[in-house]
């Protein structure tokens, strides 16, 4: 992966999700990249996050969560983008609120593929591509532009 950009589209940036909470970002998220991709159910998306929210929040700090799982029908990975202007309490790491999300649905069949793309985000979000870049970046198509950087 060279960079985020290529496993999205600008469809797939969200730079005014709704939500004061963890589950309505989540329900959010999935309601609007289901209709982006095909055979990705909106329920079973949001419930396969949940799921692995209880595991262990995926807010990795920085104001910054990975939100992901894996599912059955995807023919390959499926990266969103969504921003909540004033923060919510995700549980993450640092327990600062967390502002910029990546949706990361994968194919079940391919978990290395997943773990790179996992780490591929982490990496690029502690390069110095902030979440205030991100945030300041305002439209979707710039939103874009920014993921389109090497990370």
């Not at 985020?4 to 970002?25: I, M, Q, Y």
Request: net charge neutral; charged share 25%; hydrophobic share 45%.
């Amino acid at each position: 992966m060279t960079t985020l950009a290529e496993l999205t589209r600008p469809e797939l940036v969200f730079p005014d999700l709704p939500g004061a909470d963890a589950s309505t970002v989540l329900k959010a998220l999935s309601d609007r990249v289901s209709p982006w991709v095909s055979g990705l159910g909106a329920e079973e998306l949001y419930r396969r996050l949940l799921e692995r929210e209880e595991l262990g929040s995926t807010g990795i700090g920085s104001g910054v969560a990975i939100p992901h799982c894996k599912m059955e029908r995807l023919e390959r990975a499926v990266l969103a983008v969504g921003l909540v202007r004033k923060g919510i309490d995700f549980q993450a790491v640092d327990q600062q609120p967390v502002r910029l999300f990546f949706l990361l649905v994968s194919p079940q069949k391919s978990p290395a593929a997943h773990l790179q793309v996992l780490a591929g985000i982490s990496r690029w979000v502690k390069n110095g591509h902030t979440v205030e870049r991100i945030l300041a970046g305002g439209t979707r198509e710039a939103i874009f532009e920014l993921l389109s950087q090497e990370g």
